[in-house]
């Protein structure tokens, strides 16, 4: 009695041959019914994301032109052209400065306007209007609206500062305005979407921090901001500054719409440069590269983000 | 006497709401007060109070002799340690001792971060912030950790770098806001020892806030009972435990709770309780009903049901080693008595069955059906402590 009940115990503990084969089977069972379940996304993720990037980097390197029946090899040549042509590096440092022109204002200008939020709720039908205008309106219809703001002789900001007696500059013909008009235009349309964020960072400060800073003397305004708001806003603001740094790069439909990159490419952007080079002269090889080097700054500031920067901010 | 902090009618309302209703208290200089209370009783609004983190709509705060209604958190010499610590979690714990040393002994400009350092002075008065914080952090035993972030802390080791940021700057009175209520209950044991330490060693005014009646009775000198915005009864532990002035602080105090029974008074010194009549005088007439309170520890057993013997049956027996906790169904009553009872009494009670208690006249409570106390001049001569009148 005994002898069998210790068998008995044991078939339950431990499997006996026959059961190590059904725990194979039911492994397996379970691991196609996980493909099966995880199948659609991977395949949506290949077909919208892998393999384009995968054909991007493979057209990089031929001479393909859109349409053509044959395509060759070039090697590296693509990007030598790239690095030589005048358009691009021009298009390049474009880009550069208005990033930064505009990161710093939009981060700058977001704060502001958050911590004046903060400090009263006079604002608030402010911050709705000026956080949901840019959202609600489609921004193609909003660049036509800015054209007409800025027309050089009948718009708005003209009119107003002839009235003034001031220089009333041809801002989107003019090479020394074109660049910062687009940038304002740039900050304007991310400044909602920072202050949003500062806002909600603000909001998540444990108010205990501000008592204590206020009985340890640190209770001027400039002393709050340095002892506790800047500090626990770190991570928020790591993510503002790399969201709108990415934003800025893809600038495109202000410049197609009201520049095309003129005058003299003095708004020539890098995703204008692609558009141009991909579909209208339809140099897919060469647009393939300059897209190669967008990707490239694009990952370079997520991984910054990811790696670097994220240890400093987070405290814990 | 010398008074550590003065509150005068202090009166305070979020909106419509009342919170503080007219709280005046004296705190002696070196004195261990502590408000205890429910919680949203008001007490974290009346520690901020006298921090100056809140302003009261009325009344007046002194502390060590001065008003201080005008003047902010920085200038009133106070110290707070904070429930959640408050730490700042982006400086080590180095940083966060010093930052009130900095904040009062260096200007503005000598705090800035890199002009700051060249300024003439800057190095000598960095060189005392940091001897007095390794001093504080060599009294409470955490220099080690100097070069540590809160975040990389335990909560007992945050707990004392939180009083060690209060400590440093040698204020005139601690401000404590349940400061161990996020420990576990065995730090919590022993953080209150040390606290009691810090009191003895400090000698300065601490007022420590707390729904903790355990805390409230073995760190004080003096507790000052809260509820509802009101200061109930404000005694030395002993008493507030032993000579209650209101039903709602022997309530309060006391774990198990007091037993509050409802009776009526038969004639001049005798009262119709729970079944059984017991001499006791409560300077009531005749009919008036009263209510006898009595702590678990106030009951004796009885042989046999009788006069002065409260017969009941027995619903629940709690052994906790030392003592026995009997809970005893009895007529007229909605919730059972709780009776502590010497734990070799094992053998006497069953449950389900009947028990005999004899409470200790000597030991009853009397309340008025509004709360207030009942003082008969018969039991003040019987009571067990002398009764003080309060200060
Ligand atoms: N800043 C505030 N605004 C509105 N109501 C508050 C505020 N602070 C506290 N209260 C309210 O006041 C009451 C007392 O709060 P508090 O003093 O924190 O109680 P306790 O510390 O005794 O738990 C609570 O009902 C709470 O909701
Ligand atoms: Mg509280």
Redesign the interface.
Known sequence: MAVDFASWRRSETAPCPSGGAQARKQALAEALAAGLLAGPAVLLLLALFLLPVLAVFVIAVTDWQFGARSLSFVGLKNFAELFADPVFRRSLVNTVLYVCIVVPATVGLGLLIALLIESGPRLRAFYRAIHFLPYMATLAAMAIAWEALLHPTIGIVNQTLASLGLPTPNWLRDENTVLPVLAVIGIWQGLGFAMVLFLAGLKAI?V??Y?????????ATL?RLR??TL??L?PVMMFVVIVTALRAFEVFDTVKILTQGGPAKASEVLLHTLYVESFEFLRTGYGAAVTVVFLFIVVALTLLQARILDRRVH?? | MTFGVVLRDITKSFGPTPVLRGVSLDIAEGEFLTLLGPSGCGKSTLL?IV???ETQDVGTVSIGGRPVDAL???QRD???V???Y??????TVGQNLA??LR??RLSKLQRLPLLGRVLPGTRALAGTIARDVAQTAAALEIDHLLER????LSGGQRQRVAVG?AMVRQPEVFLMDEPLSNLDAKLRVAMRAEIKDLHRRLGVTFVYVTHDQAEAMTLSDRVAVMLEGELLQVARPRDIYADPEDRRVAEFVGSPKINLIEGRVREAGAVDVAGTTFHLDTGLGRGKAVTLGLRPEAFGAAERAGPGVITGAVRLLEHLGSDLYAHVDVPGQQAPLIARLPAEDDAGPANGGTLHLRPRLDHVLLFAPDGRRLRPAQARRIMPLPLREPA
Do not use: I, N, T, W
């Open positions: 444990p205990d921090l008592d204590a800073a206020e009985v340890d003397g640190a209770d002393d002892v506790v500090p626990m770190g405290y814990s | 901020r921090a100056g983190l902010r958190p920085k106070v110290a707070m904070f429930q959640s408050a730490l700042y979690p982006h400086m930052l009130p904040m009062r972030k809160p975040g990389q940021r």
